[in-house]
């Protein structure tokens, strides 16, 4: 069996880990700082995130690009990108905008590459017309370096800001979150959340990223419990859903005389069997539910 030894990089931008080869049997650490190969043949600094390690190799990993060596700190130094040379940057970008009425155009954030000589600059835009490759030009007469322009959505855009989340924590997507992956509004509906968009959204303006964890748990336990709406069973008699506490297991049933009474799910039980649903079941409504 034939096996390469690889190491995962951190950038900045996208804020992704990403397999570099270790072709040289580098002394690589956790944290470490170290100069890779980029996908558009330059250079660039990365911080390592897991230490090297043996597995088989495997087809793709012919155009696997390497770690070259261990940053020093002239490395560092010539692509730190400064508060103040950003600060520039953003006040070139927009005074640029401004001239030419462009609107819907925003500049992210902008970072060194190529040894301080090239110049990425990542943006946000809802103009199909923006002239990027002018821009990109003009930004490279101006700090005399190789510039690349990089349309970067919203989610990105909160990932670099960063802050503090609902939960009292700072936001998923600036410390642990690799990727996006797909959130619907349908999360929020089987998890009984209030659809209230300041409720569900987050910084970003887009579906909290944490809706999705708990989600698979959440359709799951639903199973072994009514639908909202349907009648059912209860120890004290028969009554419509009205409520439903999924993780711990409790159903709150609106009675005949009106009162709402709290059931493990254990205690309630369908009136009509799927497969010979009753007239209530059918879409007629319960008289307290008319008011």
């Given at each position: 069996?034939?096996?390469?030894?690889?190491?995962?990089?951190?950038?900045?931008?996208?804020?992704?880990?990403?397999?570099?080869?270790?072709?040289?049997?580098?002394?690589?650490?956790?944290?470490?700082?170290?100069?890779?190969?980029?996908?558009?043949?330059?250079?660039?600094?990365?911080?390592?995130?897991?230490?090297?390690?043996?597995?088989?190799?495997?087809?793709?990993?012919?155009?696997?690009r390497?770690?070259?060596?261990?940053?020093?700190?002239?490395?560092?130094?010539?692509?730190?990108?400064?508060?103040?040379?950003?600060?520039?940057?953003?006040?070139?970008?927009?005074?640029?905008?401004a001239?030419?009425?462009?609107?819907?155009?925003?500049?992210?954030?902008?970072?060194?590459?190529?040894?301080?000589?090239?110049?990425?600059?990542?943006?946000s835009?809802?103009?199909?017309?923006?002239d990027?490759?002018?821009?990109?030009?003009?930004?490279?007469?101006?700090?005399?370096?190789?510039?690349?322009?990089?349309?970067?959505?919203?989610?990105?855009?909160?990932?670099?800001?960063?802050?503090?989340?609902r939960?009292?924590?700072?936001?998923?997507?600036?410390?642990?979150?690799?990727?996006?992956?797909?959130?619907?509004?349908?999360?929020?509906?089987?998890q009984?959340?209030?659809?209230?968009?300041?409720?569900?959204?987050?910084?970003?303006?887009?579906?909290?990223?944490?809706?999705?964890?708990?989600?698979?748990?959440?359709?799951?336990?639903?199973?072994?419990?009514?639908k909202?709406?349907?009648?059912?069973?209860?120890?004290?008699?028969?009554?419509?859903?009205?409520k439903?506490?999924?993780?711990?297991?409790?159903?709150?049933?609106?009675?005949?005389?009106g009162?709402?009474?709290?059931?493990?799910?254990?205690e309630?039980?369908?009136?009509?069997?799927?497969?010979?649903p009753?007239?209530?079941?059918?879409g007629?409504?319960?008289?307290?539910?008319?008011?």
């Amino acid at each position: 069996m034939e096996t390469i030894e690889v190491v995962r990089i951190k950038f900045q931008w996208p804020g992704r880990m990403y397999e570099f080869a270790n072709v040289h049997e580098l002394p690589i650490k956790r944290k470490d700082l170290v100069v890779v190969q980029t996908q558009r043949g330059g250079i660039k600094v990365g911080q390592v995130s897991v230490p090297p390690r043996i597995r088989e190799k495997r087809k793709d990993d012919e155009k696997m690009r390497s770690v070259i060596r261990i940053a020093n700190e002239q490395d560092v130094r010539l692509e730190k990108t400064t508060d103040e040379f950003r600060s520039e940057v953003k006040r070139f970008f927009h005074t640029r905008l401004a001239g030419r009425e462009v609107p819907g155009v925003k500049m992210v954030d902008c970072e060194k590459s190529e040894g301080g000589l090239g110049l990425t600059v990542f943006y946000s835009s809802e103009n199909k017309r923006f002239d990027y490759k002018g821009m990109s030009k003009d930004i490279g007469q101006k700090f005399g370096m190789k510039v690349d322009l990089r349309s970067v959505g919203i989610r990105d855009a909160a990932r670099l800001s960063g802050g503090i989340g609902r939960c009292g924590l700072s936001t998923c997507c600036s410390t642990w979150i690799p990727d996006f992956n797909p959130v619907s509004i349908r999360m929020a509906k089987d998890q009984g959340l209030s659809l209230d968009p300041d409720s569900i959204n987050g910084q970003c303006g887009r579906l909290l990223c944490c809706l999705g964890y708990e989600h698979e748990n959440y359709v799951e336990l639903a199973k072994t419990m009514p639908k909202m709406g349907k009648f059912v069973v209860t120890p004290d008699g028969e009554g419509k859903v009205v409520k439903l506490d999924i993780l711990k297991g409790m159903v709150a049933v609106r009675g005949e005389g009106g009162a709402v009474e709290t059931y493990p799910s254990s205690e309630v039980t369908r009136k009509f069997a799927p497969n010979n649903p009753g007239p209530d079941d059918k879409g007629q409504r319960h008289p307290k539910d008319r008011e």
